[in-house]
């Protein structure tokens, strides 16, 4: 396909998925004192699989990190999913460095809050979805987010002494990631999102310091199931990042599946008018029920 076909063909995805308005959640409960420390929960619509307390999908949104895309632009999404009879926690969490909101992530305040958003969930799902079992959590994300739903699995295998370091490993059902930043060296070799992977991690300087903290396609095996859901037509995360993560699993002893779909690009896996979106959730039911 011609670059510029494919060019146009991204921006249409994108205008599309960005084309619906905001979802307001059933409720919204804090997990810390900053304004960012906030979950959205949506209750199940439906009732689905064997009866029951609905399973709980953690959704980590996207954006490459940076501060201005919040949760507010999968919030249809979250509501597809709760019409799908799951109930749904849409976590916010800080994004952009301090004074400079276009460089991407903060450290480790990013980090500190998806980890600290996870070990609060339980109780607060308890108390803002009583309907839900969150002994059946599966957490799914989108390009960045995917990346921080990969780490968010992975807690229990980062290195000693790492402040977000559990014990033993999460209680999940599942790990469902959508186009993820899976593998944060291939992705900064790709220049992915505009060197998002190098500024997550504070630069060129820290990079290599950082990374076996930081990066999941180094945090394997997890003993979590996962899948990997992939446009081939993506342009803003390559497919190659997400081979790259199925691979370095292979190689740690562990299977990952990987959903790959035909003239597919990076938005419509979240976008709930597109085919792909259907795939993703039947991907979450499948780790969910």
């Not at 063909?9 to 084309?19: C, K, L, T």
């Not at 709760?82 to 004074?99: D, K, M, N, P, Q």
Request: proline share 9%.
């Amino acid at each position: 396909m011609p670059d510029d076909v494919a060019a146009a063909r991204a921006a249409a995805e994108e205008q599309s998925a960005f084309s619906h308005p905001p979802v307001d959640p059933d409720t919204t409960a804090a997990y810390g004192d900053h304004p960012d420390q906030v979950i959205d929960f949506y209750a199940p619509r439906a009732e689905r699989g064997p009866g029951g307390p609905a399973p709980l999908v953690v959704v980590l949104h996207g954006g490459a990190w940076r501060a201005p895309y919040d949760r507010r632009h999968v919030s249809p999404f979250a509501a597809f999913l709760a019409g799908r009879g799951f109930g749904v926690a849409l976590v916010e969490y800080r994004r952009g460095a301090e004074g400079d909101a276009a460089l991407a992530g903060r450290w480790p305040d990013t980090f500190d809050d998806v980890a600290a958003a996870l070990d609060a969930l339980p109780g607060l799902a308890r108390q803002a979805l009583p309907q839900t079992d969150p002994r059946r959590t599966v957490v799914t994300g989108h390009s960045a987010g995917g990346h921080l739903a990969l780490w968010a699995a992975a807690r229990h295998v980062l290195p000693a002494g790492a402040p977000w370091r559990l014990d033993g490993p999460p209680q999940l059902r599942g790990v469902v990631a959508l186009a993820p930043i899976a593998d944060l060296a291939v992705a900064e070799k790709l220049d992915v999102c505009d060197n998002a992977a190098l500024q997550l991690l504070g630069g060129d300087e820290l990079f290599a310091e950082r990374q076996p903290y930081a990066d999941p396609a180094l945090l394997l095996p997890t003993g979590i199931a996962t899948t990997l859901v992939q446009g081939r037509a993506d342009l803003d995360v390559p497919q190659a990042v997400a081979e790259a993560y199925a691979d370095a699993a292979a190689k740690a002893g562990e299977v990952v599946g990987l959903t790959l779909l035909e003239d597919v690009g990076h938005f419509p896996l979240i976008d709930p008018v597109a085919d792909a979106c259907a795939v993703v959730a039947e991907e979450i039911a499948q780790l969910a029920w």
